[in-house]
């Protein structure tokens, strides 16, 4: 009991010696004071999906048709709104590509770089209702495990990013994952509206696509700011490149399962359904982006 104590006391030395090497600009925000709220939403969100696939499994799915599109749109805005500050800020700034340091000062483009990345970071929350809208609609097959891990990881991660480096080569994966945003959320809210709108979203195939290049550009750029020694903190770095490898390999899993696999299957005689091929999709459903897999009912 006395070693536990002791290590739980050195970890608490550690943390609070973490949080005086902060960035003092971003320690009043919304909760960014301690990490416990993060760390307490994102395990919430984790509970309640997994309650809620339990209680939706004897209720009828709810349709949530408008509420989806209103919700993509919104997010369509706010992931443009992230997008446009961070390359207004950073060109204003003439920030480089390369190799930018944080710069922590009040400077008022500096300061609209660290808000935009907040509100970054504060998207990643509001993306659990992704997750959550699935649940309620029981398309349980697209609560993934690489979806749930995408959207668990993301928000507790970029709390630290905010903490820390809210400026410098951080832009980089913001702006370019948040352009991205507007996009995949675009498709998603012409996708609820009905299959008359299905003919407008032949690119769907495409996103994945472009999902798995910003993920070798994320960490190429991290790759590269570390071999030249770019005045970043090079933890952050580590970690991107960590996070970009697990991210990457399941994204790969996804896509050779979803396109790959079923165009090998394509001149096969067609079989049953569960998941097995037909004429190069699955029998169940088609393949969505950002690790969805939508399945529908076969008639």
Same mark, same amino acid.
């Given at each position: 009991?006395?070693?536990?104590?002791?290590?739980?006391?050195?970890?608490?030395?550690?943390?609070?010696?973490?949080?005086?090497?902060?960035?003092?600009?971003?320690?009043?925000?919304?909760?960014?004071?301690?990490?416990?709220?993060?760390?307490?939403?994102?395990?919430?969100?984790?509970?309640?999906?997994?309650?809620?696939?339990?209680?939706?499994?004897?209720?009828?799915?709810?349709?949530?048709k408008y509420t989806l599109f209103i919700y993509?749109?919104?997010?369509?805005?706010?992931?443009?709104?992230?997008?446009?500050?961070?390359?207004?800020?950073?060109?204003?700034?003439?920030?480089?590509?390369?190799?930018?340091?944080?710069?922590?000062?009040?400077?008022?483009?500096?300061?609209?770089?660290?808000?935009?990345?907040?509100?970054?970071?504060?998207?990643?929350?509001?993306?659990?209702?992704? %997750?959550?809208?699935?649940?309620?609609?029981?398309?349980?097959?697209?609560?993934?495990?690489? +979806? @749930?891990? &995408?959207?668990? #990881?993301?928000?507790?991660?970029?709390?630290?990013?905010?903490?820390?480096?809210?400026?410098?080569?951080?832009?980089?994966?913001?702006?370019?994952?948040?352009?991205?945003?507007?996009?995949?959320?675009?498709?998603?809210?012409?996708?609820?509206?009905?299959?008359?709108?299905?003919?407008?979203?032949?690119?769907?195939?495409?996103?994945?696509?472009?999902?798995?290049?910003?993920?070798?550009?994320?960490?190429?750029?991290?790759?590269?700011?570390?071999?030249?020694?770019?005045?970043?903190?090079?933890?952050?770095?580590?970690?991107?490149?960590?996070?970009?490898?697990?991210?990457?390999?399941?994204?790969?899993?996804?896509?050779?399962?979803?396109?790959?696999?079923?165009?090998?299957?394509?001149?096969?005689?067609?079989?049953?359904?569960?998941? %097995?091929?037909?004429?190069?999709?699955?029998?169940?459903?088609?393949?969505?982006?950002?690790? +969805? @897999?939508? &399945?529908?009912? #076969?008639?």
């Open positions: 009991m006395e070693l536990v104590v002791d290590k739980w006391n050195g970890f608490q030395e550690f943390y609070q010696g973490c949080l005086e090497k902060a960035d003092k600009r971003v320690e009043n925000w919304l909760l960014m004071e301690s990490y416990t709220p993060t760390l307490v939403m994102t395990l919430m969100y984790l509970v309640t999906v997994k309650l809620g696939i339990e209680f939706m499994k004897t209720r009828e799915a709810f349709k949530l993509n749109m919104g997010l369509v805005l706010l992931n443009f709104h992230i997008f446009f500050e961070l390359i207004t800020a950073t060109t204003r700034r003439n920030y480089s590509y390369t190799c930018q340091p944080v710069d922590y000062s009040d400077n008022p483009d500096e300061m609209r770089i660290a808000k935009a990345l907040w509100w970054y970071y504060f998207s990643k929350c509001l993306e659990f209702l992704d %997750t959550i809208f699935f649940v309620l609609r029981k398309k349980n097959n697209q609560v993934s495990f690489l +979806h @749930v891990y &995408h959207h668990a #990881t993301m928000f507790p991660i970029w709390w630290i990013g905010v903490k820390w480096v809210p400026g410098g080569q951080s832009f980089f994966g913001a702006m370019i994952n948040s352009f991205i945003h507007v996009i995949m959320y675009t498709y998603y809210g012409i996708s609820v509206l009905g299959p008359e709108f299905q003919k407008y979203l032949w690119w769907k195939r495409y996103l994945t696509k472009i999902q798995l290049l910003q993920f070798f550009i994320g960490m190429v750029y991290a790759a590269q700011s570390l071999y030249f020694e770019c005045e970043y903190p090079s933890w952050m770095q580590y970690m991107a490149l960590g996070y970009g490898i697990t991210i990457i390999s399941l994204f790969m899993n996804f896509y050779i399962r979803a396109y790959i696999m079923p165009n090998k299957t394509r001149e096969k005689p067609a079989e049953s359904s569960n998941g %097995t091929a037909k004429n190069g999709h699955f029998q169940n459903g088609d393949a969505r982006t950002n690790g +969805h @897999v939508e &399945h529908k009912k #076969t008639k």
